[in-house]
């Protein structure tokens, strides 16, 4: 047997609230852009089947279509400049910190030298004792 899903009934108020918001904020803002968009090839066509200069109306349109373009190429750019003036910072400040490295780098080695030889000597010797006993005695492997 199937199961139905029951719905639960919708807040009236709120879902009309929804409604009058949806209108004001998406709609209406949609309709305003349409309306000033069709007033504007209106006003262009008139405009040139009175046989009016078009010049001016149309070095207004360029600029509205190169202004986007411009603000969004100002984002690359700004990454463009932080990077070189990073990279700049890097080439300056880089040999301070390598040569710091290479410090650390250069004591953390004279300690594992050290340490390393002392650890390892006691075998060293063990088997340095063993070979001059062999030699000593005579004993083959």
């Known amino acids: ?17 929804h409604k009058k918001e949806t209108f004001w904020q998406i709609i209406f ?3 305003i852009v349409v309306l000033v ?8 066509g008139f ?15 360029m600029i ?6 411009l603000i969004v190429s100002l984002v690359p750019f700004i990454l463009l400049v932080g990077i070189l003036f990073g990279a700049v910072w890097l080439n300056k400040n880089i ?3 390598a040569k710091q490295v290479e410090d650390i780098a250069m004591l953390i080695q004279g300690w594992v ?16 004792y063993r070979e001059i006993m062999r030699k000593i005695f005579g004993i083959r492997n």
Do not use: C
């Open 37 to 44: 968009l069709v007033g504007i090839a209106v006003w262009t």
């Open 29 to 31: 803002p949609t309709l």
């Open 95 to 97: 040999p301070v910190y």
């Open 1 to 17: 047997m199937k199961e139905t899903i029951a719905h639960k009934p919708r807040n009236f108020e709120s879902h009309q609230k």
């Open 113 to 128: 030298h050290k340490y390393s030889d002392k650890f390892v000597e006691p075998l060293i010797r063990l088997q340095s």
């Open 47 to 61: 405009a040139a089947y009175q046989g009016s200069d078009l010049r001016q109306a149309a070095n207004t349109s």
């Open 64 to 69: 509205f279509l190169i202004l986007p373009v």
